[in-house]
């Protein structure tokens, strides 16, 4: 069994983060990007859209295949 890894998700609406943080939790995409909005819409914005960038750069690009045993 491969290990999971976090990666930024081709099922992007900006740049893949929430997708990506949705798919290794298996989760809805949807609700991932609803409860991130809100994070940071309650928190002043500016930490919420601060991580989002930090988490763009760091986060490695995923890929449209999965990878076969």
């Given at each position: 069994?491969?290990?999971?890894?976090?990666?930024?998700?081709?099922?992007k609406?900006?740049?893949?983060?929430?997708?990506?943080?949705?798919?290794?939790?298996?989760?809805?995409?949807t609700?991932?990007?609803?409860?991130?909005?809100?994070l940071?819409?309650?928190?002043?914005?500016?930490?919420?859209?601060?991580?989002?960038?930090?988490?763009?750069?760091?986060?490695?690009?995923?890929?449209?295949?999965?990878?076969?045993?």
């Amino acid at each position: 069994m491969a290990a999971k890894k976090l990666t930024r998700s081709t099922n992007k609406v900006l740049a893949g983060v929430c997708g990506g943080i949705a798919e290794y939790f298996e989760i809805d995409p949807t609700l991932v990007r609803v409860a991130y909005a809100a994070l940071s819409i309650f928190s002043a914005g500016f930490p919420g859209i601060l991580l989002y960038i930090v988490m763009w750069i760091l986060m490695p690009e995923g890929s449209d295949f999965e990878q076969l045993d």
